[in-house]
């Protein structure tokens, strides 16, 4: 497991990813800046809450992409099963920093931040599982294209901009898990692949 942790750089890339998570989430949790509004009248608000979840998506990419074909296929360790707990903790650990900021600073785009993680987190997995260099891009796009063509009005996101929806909004939570949850499976499927 030594060569497992090395390898995937969970010391060197997981570990500060989930640092300057916690480090955004303290010090940026209601700051927002200004975007035009592409397709609604007048401007729209992006907190840098909902940019906050791409370091956790773009550190577990970085570490995932990190494979040793030779020792891997050839290895009876479970590393499929690995990779797994790792993006699992990850997206655990900074859903637990965002709530628990949240809760400490009655912030809403902080519970948003949580929730937002696990569905950008199984976007990237999904994503990758089709190509693995779109697992960087999707994310990051979903982010912003929701940004400026997410809202109908000013502050009344359309459905499937689920990042920008209210942080009690039970359908669009159970959305995200879900999303997350079948993101853990396409994860588990390919890495169970054999390299070609």
């Not at 650990?93 to 009655?106: C, F, I, M, P």
């Not at 937002?116 to 990237?124: E, Q």
């Not at 009005?153 to 879900?178: E, K, M, N, Q, S």
Request: net charge positive; with cysteine.
């Amino acid at each position: 497991m030594i060569w497992w942790c090395k390898g995937r750089r969970v010391t060197t890339v997981v570990l500060p990813g989930l640092l300057v998570f916690t480090l955004l989430a303290v010090i940026a949790h209601g700051e927002s800046v200004t975007l035009p509004g592409l397709l609604a009248p007048g401007t729209n608000l992006l907190f840098l809450m909902h940019l906050t979840p791409l370091i956790v998506t773009g550190s577990l990419t970085h570490s995932l992409a990190q494979r040793l074909p030779e020792a891997e296929d050839l290895s009876m360790r479970p590393v499929p099963l690995y990779d797994t707990a790792l993006t699992f903790c990850t997206v655990l650990a900074s859903a637990s920093v965002a709530w628990v900021v949240g809760a400490l600073a009655d912030s809403s785009t902080a519970f948003e931040a949580a929730r937002n993680t696990l569905f950008l987190t199984g976007l990237m997995l999904l994503a990758g599982a089709v190509h693995p260099q779109a697992a960087t891009v999707a994310p990051v796009a979903w982010v912003f294209i929701a940004a400026f063509v997410g809202y109908r009005d000013i502050r009344r996101p359309w459905p499937w901009a689920v990042t920008l929806h209210p942080a009690g909004y039970v359908p669009t939570f159970l959305l995200c898990l879900a999303v997350f949850l079948c993101g853990l499976l396409a994860l588990r499927h390919t890495r169970s692949r054999p390299t070609p």
